[in-house]
């Protein structure tokens, strides 16, 4: 049974920072890309940041400069760094392993910035 679950979420002042962890079971860690995506009330879900299985990073053009995704595959883990955050990053920020035809979710940790 595949499982990704975040955990980080919480409300900040606008300027603050935090940290989103994710971790996986069930899958081969070491060959999926890992993707943050998240989804504001009223609005698509949109790709924040992923790494690949070979460690290059992609970043959405609002979050790059203040966002850092990472891995580490000795412990199932893939993390957000983010910083500089603004209210208009307030969202459900949902962890994706996606390779080739499979595709899984997390359940998704909220992320408040209040100005």
């Known amino acids: 049974q595949v499982q990704l679950v975040e955990s980080g979420g919480d409300w900040v002042q606008a300027g603050g920072s935090l940290r989103l962890s994710c971790v996986a079971s069930?899958?081969?860690?070491?060959?999926?890309?890992m993707g943050w995506y998240r989804q504001a009330p009223g609005k698509q879900r949109e790709l924040v940041a992923r790494v690949s299985s070979g460690g290059t990073t992609t970043y959405a053009n609002s979050v790059r400069g203040r966002f850092t995704t990472s891995r580490d595959n000795a412990k199932n883990t893939v993390y957000l760094q983010m910083n500089n955050l603004k209210p208009e990053d307030t969202a459900v920020y949902y962890c994706?392993?996606?390779?080739?035809?499979?595709?899984?979710w997390g359940q998704g940790t909220q992320v408040t910035v209040s100005s």
């Open positions: 069930g899958i081969t860690f070491s060959s999926y890309t």
């Open positions: 994706n392993a996606y390779r080739l035809a499979y595709d899984y």
